[in-house]
């Protein structure tokens, strides 16, 4: 049953990081200042990204356990608060990135100076972005409706649709941005254009799919024949839901600002963190996914009641997840000295993202249980629990000891990094303890 529900989200979710790895690697292969404006903004997108995951996950506790109860016009109701809050999202973050996208790119690219091109770098960034804006829409909807979709035990069609937008992605990135098949070589531009038009092939598949298969998804008859959402049922929301879209928001933050720390240490080090992160995202798809899962599967069995079946499903899950990122990790070591000869660009931006990569794998079997044991507590409304959990702990605790050694030490930044990661471990003691305790076994959709 957990499978069922993990491998299209694994599927879904690897191949499109799978894509972000080549678009990676193509922008990589133009040269360091394309790749480093690209990884900058794609970090401050980041922040918008798992805002709507934070907006669209405090209804979607909700709506895991209203179909639970198979109460239909609960899912509709959470689903309408998710498009309403979506919208209002999407909405400041381009008045924002239009106004101050320039500062917020310049403030990676203030470090020490190791041979870069800090202006084409920012001048790459901000062409990248102007692009990128107009792809958070159809990102938004995506998210609104897919989130549903898998909440309701439906993961196959946001699988198909994550298929389809990476093939015309990638197929877009090679046109685009070498300018193949008579098509422009634009470059960066190329890149983003390609990525806006998967967005818009992603969303137009989704959303066609819930609305002609009524028959199934039988939510959606009547769902925008009123766009009223009770009062209590918003309240509720916002009560469990507002601390879940300050912990994205504060958590996506805190990594931005964690890479910012490291970017004082030159231009090489924001490379080597970008080709890092594209191979981990890549392998971080299999604890992501099953977290996921933990949260769709104990959530329903919470809406149902079923308390002792949702208790030892968890812990049973929890396990899962450990074993299988442990296995992943050995990989990850392996291809780590492999993959950064892939890029065009210098011998220590590859050099620091060998350590880099060693680093992510050696903690993933940490951070597996990390993911699963905040999906637990976050399936049973504990949203505050949560919020000190996951974004408090990265903004008291791992950013100021980035900042500290970053800007007032001479340690090796990949020392940095494995400080932050050590530090994560109070946080496994924490999550074990609360865990264990059950303190997140109820239905929160009893009125």
């Not at 998804?217 to 309240?235: A, C, E, F, Q, S």
């Amino acid at each position: 049953m957990v499978l069922l529900i993990a491998v299209p989200i694994m599927i879904q979710n690897g191949i499109t990081n799978f894509v972000s790895l080549l678009d990676n690697i193509m922008v990589g292969q133009v040269g360091t200042e394309q790749m480093t404006g690209v990884a900058i903004v794609n970090q401050l997108i980041f922040v918008y990204n798992l805002c709507i995951f934070g907006g669209v996950s405090g209804a979607g506790i909700f709506t895991a356990q209203f179909f639970g109860q198979k109460d239909d016009e609960g899912v509709a109701n959470t689903m309408r608060f998710k498009l309403y809050m979506g919208i209002l999202l999407t909405g400041v973050t381009i008045l924002l990135f239009l106004a101050f996208g320039e500062p917020l790119i310049q403030m990676y690219l203030k470090g020490n100076q190791d041979g870069g091109d800090v202006a084409a770098a920012l001048r790459y960034g901000k062409e990248y972005l102007g692009i990128m804006l107009i792809g958070l829409p159809p990102f938004m909807l995506v998210q609104v409706y897919a989130s549903t979709l898998r909440e309701c035990g439906r993961t196959i069609t946001p699988m198909k649709a994550g298929i389809a937008a990476v093939v015309v992605n990638l197929v877009f990135n090679y046109f685009l941005i070498y300018g193949k098949f008579g098509f422009p070589e634009l470059g960066v531009a190329g890149a983003a254009v390609a990525t806006v038009m998967s967005r818009y092939v992603e969303a137009f598949i989704v959303v066609g799919w819930t609305h002609r298969h009524k028959e199934i998804n039988t939510y959606i008859p009547g769902l925008y024949k009123t766009m009223r959402i009770p009062g209590y049922l918003v309240k509720r929301i916002l009560i469990k839901g507002t601390p879940l879209l300050l912990n994205e928001t504060l958590w996506a933050a805190g990594m931005a600002i964690l890479l910012q720390c490291y970017s004082v240490r030159g231009m090489n080090v924001v490379a080597g963190m970008n080709i890092s992160n594209t191979i981990s995202n890549l392998f971080n798809v299999v604890f992501i996914a099953l977290g996921d899962s933990v949260a769709i599967v104990v959530g329903q069995l919470l809406g149902a009641g079923k308390m002792e079946e949702a208790k030892d499903t968890d812990r049973k899950m929890i396990v899962f997840s450990v074993a299988c990122c442990t296995l992943v990790a050995l990989v990850m070591l392996m291809i780590a000295p492999l993959f950064p000869q892939l890029y065009n660009t210098n011998v220590q931006s590859r050099e620091f993202a060998k350590y880099f990569i060693m680093v992510t794998a050696v903690f993933m079997p940490q951070n597996a249980f990390l993911h699963a044991a905040y999906f637990t507590l976050r399936s049973g409304g504990k949203t505050i629990v949560t919020f000190f959990f996951d974004s408090v702990f990265i903004c008291c605790v791992s950013v100021p000891i980035a900042y500290l050694l970053g800007h007032f030490t001479d340690l090796y930044v990949v020392y940095i990094f494995i400080a932050v990661q050590l530090a994560d471990i109070i946080k496994c003691v924490i999550g074990f303890i609360l865990v264990k305790k059950g303190v997140w076994l109820q239905n929160i959709v009893e009125v």
